[in-house]
């Protein structure tokens, strides 16, 4: 079983769409969760860091982190053709260098 | 803040040459930085990881002798690709951490091998 499950995708939603992206992981040590954003041919963008459980909330995104089940996600609100990009989840414990990704989901919002 | 640049943003070089990645972070000390592949559509692939001063872990399948690691201070890594070939070409990122909460990643470069 892989650290890290992510729905690939691809996923595609209208403008003004709500989007949940999801990923679930199996290693319950892990306390530091992050979304990224990654446009073609660009390097990464850090979206949202939580610590531990519960929401975060910043502008148009929310970060949920459910340690209980194992799940995070990501939601989008009022999505925007420039929110068409992939979306990485990724994880890290609480001790050492070791991080985990998901492999990725494809989003395109379509105007 | 926590501002990773890489340099250069693209290289085409011929086949049996070297070439010289560098990634910085410019506003942060990295205590570990990151090395990844990746390929059009795929997503990424870690080759390695180094921490300042000393040798860098590289992932099973990578040739440590093919491609070179240094880190010689807080913010400054490199990758080098030692006699490069076309199966080389790819996207290369780096990103590195302040410790264990999260990666900030460079914008990638590109590398095509003729």
């Known amino acids: 079983q892989k650290e890290v499950e992510q729905d690939p995708g691809p996923l595609s939603v209208p403008e003004g769409a709500i989007v949940s992206l999801n990923c679930t992981y199996s290693n319950s040590a892990f306390q530091y969760f992050m979304w990224y954003r990654q446009y073609s041919r660009k390097g990464p963008e850090l979206l949202m860091y939580t610590y531990s459980s519960g929401n975060k909330e910043d502008g148009r995104f929310t970060a949920q982190v459910d340690k209980s089940s194992k799940y995070i996600s990501l939601f989008i609100r009022d999505s925007q053709p420039s929110d068409s990009a992939t979306y990485l989840c990724a994880m890290s414990g609480p001790t050492g260098n070791q991080f985990y990704f998901g492999t990725g989901t494809s989003l395109t919002v379509i105007p | 803040g926590a501002v990773v640049s890489q340099h250069p943003s693209r290289v085409i070089c011929k086949s049996g040459t070297s070439v010289k990645i560098e990634c910085r972070s410019l506003d942060f000390q990295a205590t570990t930085m990151f090395w990844y592949r990746q390929f059009p559509k795929k997503s990424l692939m870690l080759m390695a990881t180094?921490?300042?001063?000393?040798?860098?872990?590289?992932e099973q399948g990578v040739e440590k002798d093919k491609f070179l690691i240094n880190h010689a201070s807080l913010t400054l890594s490199t990758l080098t690709v030692t006699s490069a070939h076309p199966e080389d070409s790819s996207f290369y990122i780096c990103?590195?951490?302040?410790?264990?909460?999260?990666?900030?990643f460079g914008p990638g470069t590109r590398l095509t091998v003729l």
């Open positions: 990103s590195a951490s302040k410790g264990t909460d999260t990666q900030y």
């Open positions: 180094s921490n300042e001063g000393s040798k860098a872990t590289y």
